[in-house]
């Protein structure tokens, strides 16, 4: 049996890394597709470990993103995301990742389906195909290419790089084509959920980036400065935190049942938990202390807990928070000048958000986030040859 080869690029975008391809490079047929970035990936692993592949087995580092110029007039190119399951055949397609849109609108330049000034900022206009949203990404350039190095330094990223804007357009938008409807599907800044095992808990259900679900940290029995070595490794506190969060999903209208959730949908809804603000020692062992931060949050992807902070959930934290009435809003409302800082298990992060009420309805008209990407490796990923043969 021969490998064959296919154009790919290994990328970080935030503090996240995938294998981004163009779709002219891969195969038309959804299903012949998804085996073969499985392939590339190396899912499922029964050790966990992506061995025999190109992901990195946690849910950062195990992601594909495919790239084709767009033909939609306020748009330049379509981004499709997907999440890879380490364990399971199973790719999930219904929503973005936020980190990696920072790495898009770089990826299309050098691909050439973008033209760009020489020097100065890059407008990437980005149509994001899972969800149906807009994002625009401004790329810095330097002597007619992508300027990737420079003094941004973001935190869960061991070194600075050149900052790149990210703005999520109408993030809770009910776009054509997006799951999940309204900004809140169930017509309620808060839910109480009948959870299994917890009783009532009270949680914001929200479409805004992904569609997400907040819970006071306390709900969950934490206490919202939990690290990934304080959770991932605790069996009940996991399969709690996706209890809550497949029976969100099935409140939110994603899924008939939250069976159907853990098994075909792990990627979203994300579950989330806040609190307020509260000194603790980072992953890195750096201190953050109360002041630098409105609140503290963490989120859960792909069944465990992030090291950092999803775009996409930043994206829904400053959403929530320029909403009165939310479980993030509670505890920290966006700032005066549009911004809300939180505590993460990497250091923290400030992202802006413009909200506007309209005839008694709330619109998040736009989110503001500064991510950083770079090139890791290009050229081409192999796979069985056979995976490319007609089906």
Known sequence: MKQAKIPA???????SKGVFFLATDLPTDPVQRDLVLLRVVGSPDRYGKH?????????????????????????????????????KPVIDWS??????????????????????????????????????????AKVPMQDGAVQELGDFELDGVSFPAAEVALAFLDPAADEEGGEGGAMFPTGHKIDTMDIPGLGPIEATLINAGNPTIFVDAA????????????????????????TVRAHGAVAMGLVRTPEEATAQRPHTPKLAFVAAPAPYTASDGR????????????????????????GTGAVAIAAAAAIPGTVVSRVAPVGSDGRVRFGHPSGTLSVGAEAQERDGDWAVTQVLMSRSARRLMEGTVLVPEILLAQP
């Open 287 to 310: 201190p953050v202390k109360a002041g630098d931060m409105d609140l503290l949050a963490r989120i859960f992807s792909m069944g465990q807990l992030h090291h950092a902070m999803t």
């Open 95 to 136: 929503g973005n990742c936020g980190n990696l849109s920072a790495a898009v609108g770089p990826f299309a330049i050098h691909a050439g389906l973008v033209d760009a000034p020489p020097n100065g900022w890059a407008t990437v206009r980005i149509w994001q195909a899972n969800i149906a949203k807009r994002i625009v």
């Open 51 to 87: 061995i025999d592949g190109m992901g990195g087995a946690t849910s950062s580092t195990s992601k594909v993103v495919i790239l084709s110029k767009s033909t939609r007039p306020d748009s330049d190119v379509d981004y499709l995301f997907g999440a890879v399951s380490v364990e």
């Open 219 to 242: 709900a969950m029995g934490l206490v919202g400065t939990e690290l990934q070595g304080d959770v991932n490794g605790n069996e009940a506190m996991l399969q709690r935190a996706e």
């Open 9 to 15: 690029v290994y990328m970080r975008g935030g503090t």
